[in-house]
């Protein structure tokens, strides 16, 4: 009785210059691949965020995270600068300046992943810009490029207003 008899034929017996090996077949194989794929793949992208409590997390919405404090807080000190995301730099095609910003954020493919929105009202999780401020899934690195990263109060501040559902108030 053969290895692939006795194996239920999840192994083929081949004949190659009067030597006989065993190779899985083809069914086991692709198992084999799929395998070795999730398993490097592990880590290539960081860690999506997690929000405890579900989608948006368990905190309360904060009533006054408004698009206005995330222009002034935010975008124009900290993002807006010049050779970042100014009418100069316009790093990723992305302008961030007062008057520009909100066209370019919100329901806007993002650049590095276009699969995803640079801004999805109500979901942060799926908001290309948190991903990018909190720096968990991801290509490419975390902004502000080179740090300093937001404060986790400013971090919060656009979440809130993603979760209010991002309006342009």
Known sequence: MSIAE????????INFH?????????????LIVLFCFAFISCGKLKELPTEPGGPGGGEPVDPTATFTRVQNEIFTPTCAALGCHDSLGQ???????????????????SVEMPGLMRVVPGDPANSYLYRK????GITGDRMPQGGPFLTDAQIKLVRDWIRRGAPND
Request: glycine content about 6%; aromatic content about 4%.
């Open 6 to 13: 006795l194996s239920g034929n999840r192994f083929a017996n």
């Open 133 to 136: 401020i909190t720096g968990a």
């Open 18 to 30: 009067n030597r006989t090996a065993v190779l899985p077949s083809p069914a086991m194989r692709k």
């Open 91 to 109: 790093q990723s095609s992305q302008i961030l300046a007062p008057g520009k910003s909100y066209a370019q954020t919100v329901n806007h493919p």
